[in-house]
């Protein structure tokens, strides 16, 4: 198979004039679109500059979309809001076409970059092994470590009552209990107005959360999921004052739990309970969506409300021309030899 492919550094450019490949209507994968990459960019301070390799042939395309970081080394375009990074791919490539592109990629990169750090990466769906495989055909060194976890419940067939049996009594008593003390009210909107902003803004202000970086682009991203039919908001109150939010998105596949935050002077109330509760219902009977992913993280209270844990890697590619990336290889192999040792 001859493969062809390039390495652009405008996001402008990315789709080599195919425009319609990298939108909505063609990638249901909220974060395989170049909307997605183009937000993130323009929001968030990811690197010094995009660096999209991409390649083509046997009816397909790929790309890696990359942000630079210095003359030698770039990290995957992705940052806190990611929940997955991976190739995007186009044209249905069966697994050898797939990998072919991939290797092709890795081949241009390798004659680029010393270092390539890729994260967060899925490990159920392959993609952990197609990416370390096609970097060592390539000439890569790799190493691939865990990084986070993501939970998932499946409620494919399911109403919320079916759902909610399975639950811990605990966590039903204790949504039981608050709700009936406290009169919590809550709403799910489907758009977005700057009063629902202003609510969600002073919420996530006085919560317990760390500055997660620009909420510009959460704003933008709600935006546009809003436009889209695809937005989920959430508001609990406590006597008609905004207590908690969540922002969900909806994909063909699955709900997305993105953001969830309450405010520090309602936490007796346990508002959060009580929205999230709200929320699965919503989706479960209204939406009827197949899957709920709580994204990233691996708190334990998920487990409460999930099923099924993965987990997602870091994957580093070091260059063997770098000088500099062998001394980071060095350095690698030496705290793997570490663990090996205190596994022992």
């Known amino acids: 198979m001859w493969i062809k492919g390039q390495i652009i550094h405008r996001l402008d450019d990315a789709t080599g004039g195919v425009k ?3 939108t909505r209507a063609a990638q249901p994968n909220l974060f395989d679109r170049l909307r997605w990459f183009e937000l993130l960019w323009a929001h968030n ?3 010094v500059r995009p660096i ?3 390649t083509w042939g046997g009816g397909a395309r790929c790309w890696l979309f990359l942000a630079q970081q210095s003359a030698s080394r770039a990290t995957a375009l992705a940052n806190y809001y990611t929940l997955s990074f991976r190739p995007i791919y186009t044209g249905e490539p069966d697994a050898n076409t797939r990998k072919a592109l991939l290797i092709a990629i890795a081949r241009r990169l390798r004659g680029q970059l010393g270092q390539i750090t890729l994260n967060p990466i899925p490990t159920t769906d392959g993609t952990g092994d197609e990416f370390c495989s096609a970097f060592k055909r390539a000439g890569w060194i790799v190493f691939r ?8 419940v499946d409620v494919a067939g399911k109403r919320f009552a079916d759902y909610w049996a399975e ?11 608050k709700l009936k003390k406290t009169g919590i009210s809550t709403e799910v909107h489907r758009t977005l107005n700057d009063e629902l902003w202003a609510e969600y803004d002073s919420i996530y202000a006085e919560s317990w959360k760390p500055d997660e970086g620009s909420l510009a682009f959460v704003h933008a991203m709600a935006t546009e999921e809003a436009e889209a039919g695809c ?13 908690a939010a969540q922002l969900w998105t909806l994909q063909p596949d699955r709900a997305i739990i993105h953001k969830l935050a309450y405010r520090e002077s309602a936490a007796e109330h346990s508002p959060g309970t009580i929205l999230t509760a709200a929320m699965f219902r919503h989706v479960i009977d209204e939406d009827r969506v197949p899957l709920i992913d709580y994204g990233t993280g ?9 099923d099924t844990r993965q987990t997602m890697e870091q994957i580093d590619c070091l260059n063997p021309r770098y000088p500099r990336a062998l001394w980071a290889a060095s350095k690698m192999w030496l705290a793997r030899l570490a663990r090996r040792d205190q596994h022992a």
């Open 231 to 243: 937005l989920r908001l959430g508001i609990a109150r406590i006597d008609g004052v905004a207590v």
């Open 167 to 177: 639950r811990p009594g605990a966590l039903r008593s204790t949504y039981a209990r």
């Open 20 to 22: 319609d490949l990298l």
């Open 145 to 152: 470590a865990f990084s986070t976890a993501n939970w998932t």
């Open 298 to 306: 691996d708190d334990a209270y998920k487990a409460d409300w999930m």
């Open 45 to 47: 301070n990811i690197g």
């Open 52 to 54: 999209i390799a991409r």
